[in-house]
């Protein structure tokens, strides 16, 4: 299974933040595009949460984990409601079972991507350039959604 490295994730992290408002939307654009039911079932829990913070946050890091993947050269496979509605039940379980126990192992195995998810937890749990920590409840969102990206991306990587 290919792994996303943290170079990559890096220089994603730095296009992306350095894009225009128009060159962002297209990027964006492309990404969506190519993965609409994966962005559609990721994006609908910010819709549940309700909670316009969280659809942000969630664009940008499947906008970075998408670019770093296109810059690595790993290709994905579409993501279908067959692949997700594979996976919802063992990402619910995972994640139940990771809620009573704190097992971070629960988690890694789930994801399968070590630098996907350490960067993830550290833009969740540190504080950004102007030394703002990211609100609980939304941390807490973005982890239990980023999770689920994390996880059906590797799923879709293509060797």
């Keep these: 299974m290919a792994q996303i490295t943290e170079k990559y994730i890096t220089e994603a992290v730095l296009k992306i933040d350095g894009l225009t408002e128009d060159s962002l939307e297209k990027l964006s654009e492309t990404h969506v595009l190519a993965q609409d039911v994966f962005v559609g079932y990721i994006l609908s829990s910010a819709i549940e949460y309700e909670n316009d913070s ?77 030394g703002a920590v990211m609100e609980e409840d939304l941390a807490t969102n973005v982890f239990i959604v980023g999770i689920a990206l994390i996880a059906l991306m590797n799923r879709a990587f293509i060797d």
């Excluded at 940008?60 to 993947?69: K, L, Q, R, T």
């Excluded at 279908?80 to 971070?104: A, G, K």
């Design 54 to 130: 969280l659809l942000d946050y969630l664009i940008y890091y499947f906008n970075i984990f998408s670019e770093a993947a296109a810059m690595q050269g790993v290709k994905m496979k579409k993501i279908d409601e067959t692949i997700i509605d594979e996976f919802q039940e063992e990402y619910i379980q995972t994640l139940d079972e990771y809620m009573e126990t704190d097992d971070e192992d629960l988690i890694n195995s789930l994801c399968n991507q070590p630098m996907m998810l350490s960067f993830l937890v550290h833009e969740i749990s540190g504080a950004d350039e102007t």
